[in-house]
């Protein structure tokens, strides 16, 4: 494997040097092999991707470019809709669907060059940090079969660390593309909310979740952030004129930048020991390599969880209203009335973490109980944005942990859904304030397993961020387990 | 701080959100919804007087689209999706109230 | 107490589907009567994934709706309103809640008095449900179908204030408000097609009370005649009720043409709580000052500012019969042509209010000056108002020249000194009723004039033959 696999085979494809037919292959043979073992997958489209990738090949052979991707096999999470493709938000609910309609970012991937190489699992309805909440059961990290991916995006993750797919895109409501990247030792960015188009992102929390890359560099998933990134007039809050771009500054070091290390986040609750090492080690490294690295404070994001547990699960609660048995999805059979047939057809259809935050969000709408909940969540909202306001004038970047350990165990978190939620404690709060943020393969823990940091920036601030995590990958200590020989 | 959630609490609310749970349920949720609630103590207990609520992190508005007709989906392709469909129309199970 | 010592007390809330093109949130046609779900696309249907993107036209006018009604346009946010329901393809309404676009202005009706407006929102309608089953109604049907063409259409909801006593009241109300709808351009209005539909809250109280009665929503009246009807049944109901000892309790009710009842729609257990929270895939509308009064400018004048213009120019009250008619009827262009060519404001309205009315087809194709000739031949007796009826009539029907159609009927305006000499000559031909009215016996004067009438062939000027027979009397 190269340092960039994605933009590698795109470049060995565009000169007519590779054919991505050829290259689809080798990552199928992969998928052959251990897929079984690590379920990834929902849906494997081995037939789809090998007419793209004839198409593709074909295009070269006519002189005509594919564009950047051109080839490069791409894992898709399982809540972006896919025309005619089932898209399943890995719940019964949604088995069998065909969407009539693909999402703009598999539009844009398509459009790209890029090849759909299958649809990746996922917590149902993006809700959950470990992929175990999958109706079609759990995926596991390629890294140690024992342990989860982390979640909810663990499929997409675990697709790019297992080399089935050089990249991926995942979704991130809550730290659900940044916790499992950490997780497998991968990276995973999720850009400013409305940098990249949410239409036909099934929605968990419309107002926190955004669609992002994983890769296995930094420069690849520039490469395919710059691709999604972009004004789409079919999201309300998709913003208007040119993105940010990731590529700009990969190589521009971090000489003079000034980097903060956020001190409720580094001192969360329930880090282990050495996840605070690998981040105070990380921001080390920046200094020395020209940064000039302080300890900043964000008062607020120590509420980030509490309000984040209120807010989602509202949002949830009414974005999954919709799955009622009439139009699509499951509905129970033998029902006596409407009514009965909601209640039976959604109690058939949603898992247990689903209904537990559609009842909790439920209950924070509810009459007598929105301003205790719903609202002061939103005003916390406001405080955790103010917070970061006031830090970002002294710095460029912030610095945290990614997720509070290595990998754990399948089975570990599942009997305690607020230990389960405490996985998100440093993820959370770039997704309240609407901020990008990214995770990035730091070294290993005790377990040999992958530690990620994460590099947060303010609103519209990727080149900033991908300049700093070009670097720290620059910098990174050697990982422990690597899957591919 | 808000009284802890009680069972009959969380049946009202699998009621609203119309879902069916066990008596077991309703119990391990009660329990689950209660711990995260108190975890939430904390927000609960914050000054925020003349805190404006976010809504939205972005600050933008009027988002408009021009009144112009744009091909939608076609008919068969959707209702082939549905549970039950009859003469073009979504058929479901007999309806007992009026809308609201 | 009796039925008088009792005061009803009504608010309506009016919601108007808008004229746009295209749907609130995507661009599926906004058309009525289409086959089922053809217009339709993942918007509107509700598919997992699907966003919003707000229609500029619908907010548009819901500005021009505010505007007419005279109220704040202000910068607006849209809620979700929770509710499981199959003609909701989400089980959530998007709607405007606590920040509406329009707030507080105020109808005013045709006798001068106004009505509050307390907001006009924009939300999106649902689809329809079909019921099938024997009684092709809701209740005994054995399942139901779904069309969801009309769900997204954009609404604008007038909420009213609780201003109204009587239905005659509401439905003098809704009857402007549809007027005024109208004339923004923005609603077509018709409460048959289900595009215009009007709530009643109704409740009563002892007259002179201060505080308000208990009310009850209600629903299903699709005309302004079964509103009034509705209304009074339901106040009826209400006093009876309360004279019984009862209490009223707040609920929604549906009205049934049939029988002429409400009833209770449903059971209390069953309330909605609607867990209303800001539609997090939208952003607040914020219409700038620019956009309001350049809306404001190109609103065309409204029924009660034409209704006084009508009024002004004939002399009348403005809610006057035949004022509202020309209004109504939109005749009030003819009638301001025909005042500026000279005809009287008042004859022209009566004209206007019943002949050009009563063929109101060809009123388009009537030449305003050659109305206002006939008008002013008329006013200066050079027709008499039978005369100038019979060459209205031919100038509706046919078009020309007023005084050339008058002159082939042989209408020859008598002279007033000819006029004069046949009322002489009638009195000497019938002494015995000229000496009882000349005796102040007013009720012999139809026949004298009818006798003048025979005299002259039907040219005579009626009006001046009698100020000349009063004339002759002292
Ligand atoms: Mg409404
Ligand atoms: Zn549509």
Redesign the interface.
């Known amino acids: 494997m190269t340092a960039n696999p994605a933009a590698d085979i795109a470049g060995a494809i565009r000169r007519g040097e590779k054919t991505a037919s050829g290259v689809l292959e080798e990552h199928l043979a992969r998928v052959q092999a251990r897929e079984p073992e690590i379920h990834a997958f929902n849906l494997v489209l081995e037939e789809n991707a090998r007419d793209t990738a004839a198409q593709i090949d074909a295009a070269v052979a006519r002189g005509v470019d594919p564009g950047p991707l051109a080839g490069v096999p791409i894992a898709l999470k399982d809540?972006?809709?896919t025309r005619g493709v089932p898209?399943t938000?890995s719940s019964r609910m949604?088995a069998g669907?065909?969407?009539?309609?693909d999402?703009t970012v598999v539009a844009r991937v398509t459009a790209a060059g890029a090849v759909a190489i299958g649809k990746t699992n996922l917590d149902e309805f993006a809700m959950g940090s470990s992929t175990e909440n999958s109706a079609f059961g759990p995926t596991r990290n390629p890294l140690d079969p024992s342990r989860v991916p982390g979640g909810s995006s663990g499929g997409s993750a675990a697709a790019v660390a297992a080399g089935f797919a050089p990249l991926a895109l995942g979704s991130d409501t809550g730290g659900s593309i940044r916790q499992p990247a950490a997780l497998c030792g991968v990276v995973g960015t999720k850009p400013t909310?409305?940098v990249v188009s949410?239409?036909?992102?099934?929605?968990f929390?419309?107002?926190l979740d955004q669609i992002g890359p994983f890769a296995r560099s930094v420069g690849d998933a520039a490469l395919l952030f710059d691709v999604i990134a972009g004004h789409d007039?079919?999201?309300?809050?998709s913003?208007?004129g040119a993105p940010p771009v990731a590529s700009a500054a990969l190589e521009h070091g971090v000489d003079g930048l000034r980097v903060g290390l956020v001190t409720e986040l580094v001192g969360a609750e329930g880090l282990s020991g050495e996840v605070v090492a690998g981040t105070r080690a990380a921001a080390e490294a920046l200094a020395s390599a020209g940064a000039k690295v302080e300890e900043v404070s964000v008062p607020a994001t120590?509420?980030g969880?509490?309000?984040y547990?209120?807010i989602a699960p509202?949002?949830a609660?009414?974005n999954l209203?919709?799955y009622?048995?009439?139009?699509?999805?499951?509905?129970a059979t033998g029902?006596?009335?409407?009514?009965?047939?909601?209640?039976?057809s959604?109690?058939e259809g949603?898992g247990?973490e689903v209904?537990?935050r559609?009842?909790?969000g439920?209950?924070a709408?509810?009459?007598g109980?929105?301003d205790?909940?719903?609202?002061?969540?939103?005003?916390?909202?406001?405080?955790i944005?103010r917070d970061f306001e006031v830090a970002y004038q002294s710095f460029d970047v912030l610095l945290s942990p990614t997720a509070p350990g290595t990998a754990f165990p399948l089975g570990a978190k599942t009997a305690d859904?607020?230990l389960m939620?405490l996985n998100d404690v440093c993820t959370i709060p770039s997704n309240?304030?609407?901020h990008p943020a990214m995770s990035v393969p730091w070294g290993a823990g005790a377990d040999g397993l992958p530690l990620g940091v994460q590099v947060l920036a303010p609103?519209l601030g990727e080149t900033v961020m991908f300049q700093v995590a070009a670097t720290l990958e620059r910098l990174a200590p050697a990982a422990g387990r690597k899957v591919e020989s | 701080m808000?009284t802890p959630?009680s069972t009959a609490?969380?049946a009202?609310?699998?009621r609203?959100?119309?879902?069916?749970?066990s008596d077991e349920?309703l119990d391990q949720?009660t329990g689950?919804?209660a711990?995260?609630?108190a975890?939430?103590a904390?927000?609960?207990a914050?000054d925020?007087a003349g805190?404006?609520?976010?809504?939205?992190?972005?600050p933008?508005h009027n988002?408009l689209?021009d009144d112009v007709v744009v091909a939608g989906?076609?008919r068969e392709?959707?209702l082939a999706?549905?549970?039950?469909a009859e003469s073009g129309r979504?058929r479901?199970?007999?309806?007992?109230g009026e809308a609201p | 107490m009796s039925r008088s010592e009792w005061e009803m007390v009504i608010g309506l809330e009016v919601h108007t589907e808008l004229r746009t093109a295209t749907k609130l949130f995507c661009g599926c046609a906004n058309h009525f009567g289409d086959e089922p779900n053809t217009n339709v696309c993942?918007v509107c249907?509700?598919?997992?994934?699907?966003?919003?993107?707000?229609n500029r036209t619908a907010v548009e006018y819901a500005i021009r709706i505010g505007t007419a009604l005279h109220c704040t346009v202000q910068p607006s946010l849209f809620h979700?309103k929770?509710y499981?329901y199959?003609d909701m393809?989400?089980?959530?309404q998007i709607s405007q809640y606590d920040v509406p676009i329009n707030a507080d202005g105020w109808l005013a009706l045709p006798d001068g008095r106004r009505v509050g407006i307390e907001r006009a929102h924009i939300e999106e309608d649902t689809g329809k449900s079909t019921h099938v089953g024997e009684s092709g109604r809701i209740h005994g049907a054995d399942h139901?179908l779904?069309d969801y063409n009309r769900a997204g259409v954009p609404l604008v909801e007038i909420v009213g204030r609780p201003d109204l006593r009587s239905g005659d009241d509401a439905r003098i109300y809704v009857d402007e408000l549809r007027a005024i709808l109208v004339a923004t351009g923005a609603s077509d209005g018709k409460m048959e097609e289900g595009s215009l539909r009007v709530d009643a809250n109704v409740s009563v109280r002892p007259r002179g009370a201060a505080d308000l009665g208990t009310r009850c929503e209600i629903k299903n009246m699709n005309s302004l005649r079964s509103l009034g009807r509705a209304i009074e049944y339901e106040a009826t109901r209400q006093i009876t009720l309360l004279e019984e000892g009862g209490t009223v309790s707040q609920e929604t009710r549906h009205w049934d043409e049939g029988t002429g009842r409400t009833s209770t729609m449903r059971s209390k257990e069953d309330a909605y709580?609607y867990?209303?929270?800001p539609e997090?895939?939208?952003?607040p509308i914020v219409p700038s000052e620019e956009w309001i009064r350049a809306v404001a400018d190109a609103l065309p004048p409204m029924p009660g500012d034409r209704r006084s213009a009508v009024a002004a120019a004939a002399k009348l009250a403005p809610d006057a019969d035949p004022v509202v008619t020309v209004v109504r009827l939109d005749l009030d262009s003819l009638l301001h042509a025909a005042v500026a060519a000279g005809a009287d404001g008042g004859l022209a309205v009566k004209r206007l209010a019943n002949e050009v009315a009563s063929s109101l087809e060809r009123a388009a194709v009537l030449d305003p000056v050659a109305f206002a000739t006939v008008v002013q031949m008329e006013s200066r007796s050079a027709l008499t108002p039978a005369q100038a009826r019979t060459v209205l009539k031919d100038l509706l029907e046919g078009g020309g020249d007023p005084a050339a159609i008058a002159k082939a009927h042989g209408f020859e305006a008598m002279a007033s000194d000819a006029l004069a000499d046949a009322v002489d000559q009638v009195i000497a031909e019938n002494p015995g009723e000229w000496e009882r009215f000349a005796g102040g016996e007013d009720k012999v004067q139809g026949f004298l004039i009818g006798k003048i009438k025979a005299a002259t062939g039907g040219n005579a000027d009626l009006k001046e033959a009698s100020a000349l027979l009063r004339g002759r009397r002292s």
């Open positions: 809540n972006l809709c898209t938000c949604l669907w065909r969407p009539p309609y999402a909310y409305g949410r239409y036909g992102l099934v929605a929390a419309s107002s007039p079919a999201d309300s809050t913003l208007a120590v509420y969880l509490s309000a547990y209120l509202a949002e609660s009414s209203s919709r009622d048995g009439v139009r699509y999805g499951h509905r029902a006596a009335d409407i009514t009965d047939m909601y209640i039976a959604r109690s949603f247990p209904k537990r559609i009842m909790l439920t209950y709408l509810s009459a109980y929105y205790a909940y719903y609202g002061q969540a939103q005003k916390v909202r406001t405080l944005i859904p607020l939620y309240l304030a609407g609103a | 808000a959630i609490d969380v009202h609310v699998a609203l959100a119309r879902l069916a749970l349920e949720f689950q919804l711990a995260v609630l975890h939430a904390d927000i609960e914050l925020t805190v404006p609520p976010t809504a939205h992190a972005l933008i988002v689209r989906v076609d392709e959707v999706q549905a549970p039950a979504f479901v199970p007999r309806i007992l | 993942p249907l509700g598919l997992p994934g699907s966003l919003p993107v707000l979700r929770n499981f199959p393809p989400k089980d959530y139901s779904v709580d867990r209303y929270f997090p895939d939208l952003v």
